[in-house]
T-cell receptor
Framework: NAGVMQNPRHLVRRRGQEARLRCSPM?????VYWYRQLPEEGLKFMVY????????ESGMPKERFSAEFPKEGPSILRIQQVVRGDSAAYFC??????????FGPGTRLTVL | AQTVTQSQPEMSVQEAETVTLSCTYD???????LFWYKQPPSRQMILVIR??????QNATENRFSVNFQKAAKSFSLKISDSQLGDTAMYFC?????????FGAGTRLTVKP
């Protein structure tokens, strides 16, 4: 059973471009979470999704950020018109119902 | 909202000795989970140990053990016989339902 997979592992974008981060949960997991980690800080919750539904997006910036978890395929975290402050490591986690979260390796986004 | 506090930004320990990392949290909930995660330079989030709040017995995993004081809302991690490979960031986390919150982390260095 493969773990949580994220791609790309590293992503470089120029200011104003779009960034798309993908997360494939572990087999059998229907819950996906996205976190952001700024340098020298802990992980900050962004959004919690189940298949085709956003359950909690209280940690997501209101503008430029969106997330989806379609019926088929990976979960996508999308950042439009990136700015330098978006540079961070973005982690995805998945879980079965109300249980321990398993983390992916993260995507490091660098905005030039 | 739940908050998690790690009051030690950095710690060091000599190889083979014991070190304790502190964590306190604030919640009005009675049932919840607590975790310690290790993040080495690879940035992978690795689960070290977990504790269910309804269990009075402290969790233990080989060289890692916790001191869970529910009334004091304290959850410290003890690493015995420290090894060079234990050098990493350590994050304490609180989870209720699907809501997980992290502390800011403690950078642990094991010295030869």
């Amino acid at each position: 059973n493969a773990g949580v997979m994220q791609n790309p592992r590293h992503l470089v974008r120029r200011r104003g471009q779009e960034a798309r981060l993908r997360c494939s949960p572990m087999k059998g997991h229907s819950h996906v979470y996205w976190y952001r980690q700024l340098p020298e800080e802990g992980l900050k919750f962004m959004v919690y999704l189940q298949k085709e539904n956003i359950i909690d997006e209280s940690g997501m910036p209101k503008e430029r950020f969106s997330a989806e978890f379609p019926k088929e395929g990976p979960s996508i975290l999308r950042i439009q018109q990136v700015v330098r402050g978006d540079s961070a490591a973005y982690f995805c986690a998945s879980s079965p119902v109300d249980s321990q979260q398993f983390f992916g390796p993260g995507t490091r986004l660098t905005v030039l | 909202a739940q908050t998690v506090t790690q009051s030690q930004p950095e710690m060091s320990v000599q190889e083979a000795e014991t070190v304790t990392l502190s964590c306190t949290y604030d919640t009005s909930e009675n049932n919840y989970y607590l975790f310690w995660y290790k993040q080495p330079p690879s940035r992978q989030m690795i689960l070290v140990i977990r504790q269910e709040a309804y269990k009075q017995q402290n969790a233990t995993e080989n060289r890692f053990s916790v001191n869970f004081q529910k009334a004091a809302k304290s959850f410290s991690l003890k690493i015995s016989d420290s090894q060079l490979g234990d050098t990493a960031m350590y994050f304490c986390a609180f989870m209720k339902a699907n809501d997980m919150r992290f502390g800011a982390g403690t950078r642990l260095t094991v010295k030869p």
